[in-house]
T-cell receptor, first 116, second 115 residues
Framework: AQSVAQPEDQVNVAEGNPLTVKCTYS??????LFWYVQYPNRGLQFLLK??????LVKGSYGFEAEFNKSQTSFHLKKPSALVSDSALYFC??????????????FGGGTRVLVKP | DSGVTQTPKHLITATGQRVTLRCSPR?????VYWYQQSLDQGLQFLIH???????AKGNILERFSAQQFPDLHSELNLSSLELGDSALYFC??????????????FGPGTRLTVL
């Protein structure tokens, strides 16, 4: 079975400061990892993914994430946060093997609040 | 805009009733996924269809069913509704069911309220 943990329900950061949203995962094989963002009353928007290759993945809106296999983590980062980054962030994993189809397993979400 | 459309945007109904949620995937996408987002359960995978065939089931209740039609749009049918079914229901699509590296694109969701 695959699972994702986002240990922080909320992250508060001042505008201009670095932003980190934590994610750890558990899969039986190799993971495909994703970050999505959800703004109020909107659907989920894809930010970035790790499939293979470089451990540092760059995505939309200046976000990046670092895959760490030994720590089974995939933390989302942004060097300088904007007020407009305030939203709900979801980490998701998909096991490349298994009979579960291509379902995504999501973490519980982390609410990011960027204060001016 | 992801290119995935869902109707209706909001749905208010009573317990015991039956509703149908509709999803049109992005042009060219063969896979459709349904997810339920609720405060207590978070985002949960319900079911996956690929080119008209069911591929995988997640935490989908027996009262719920889905299908994907030849034009690739999908419908999620919820029956004998209970208060606990109130949630945001998302549809997502991706290019191919077998190419697991492709990300899923989500629609705006249907907010279901059961009174």
């Amino acid at each position: 079975a695959q699972s994702v943990a986002q240990p922080e329900d909320q992250v508060n950061v001042a505008e201009g400061n670095p932003l980190t949203v934590k994610c750890t995962y558990s899969v039986s094989g190799n993971p495909y990892l994703f970050w999505y963002v959800q703004y109020p009353n909107r659907g989920l928007q894809f930010l970035l993914k790790y499939i293979t290759g470089d451990n540092l993945v760059k995505g939309s809106y200046g976000f990046e994430a670092e895959f760490n296999k030994s720590q089974t983590s995939f933390h989302l980062k942004k060097p300088s946060a904007l007020v407009s980054d305030s939203a709900l962030y979801f980490c998701a994993v998909r096991d490349i093997r298994g009979a579960a189809g291509n379902k995504l397993t999501f973490g519980g979400g982390t609410r990011v609040l960027v204060k001016p | 805009d992801s290119g995935v459309t869902q109707t209706p945007k909001h749905l208010i109904t009573a317990t015991g009733q039956r509703v149908t949620l509709r999803c049109s995937p992005r042009s060219g996408d063969l896979s459709v996924y349904w997810y339920q987002q609720s405060l207590d359960q978070g985002l949960q995978f319900l079911i996956h269809y690929y080119n008209g065939e069911e591929r995988a089931k997640g935490n989908i209740l027996e009262r719920f069913s889905a299908q994907q039609f030849p034009d690739l749009h999908s419908e999620l049918n919820l029956s004998s509704l209970e208060l606990g079914d109130s949630a945001l229901y998302f549809c997502a699509s991706s290019v191919e069911g077998g190419r697991v590296r492709f990300e899923q694109f989500f629609g705006p969701g249907t907010r279901l309220t059961v009174l």
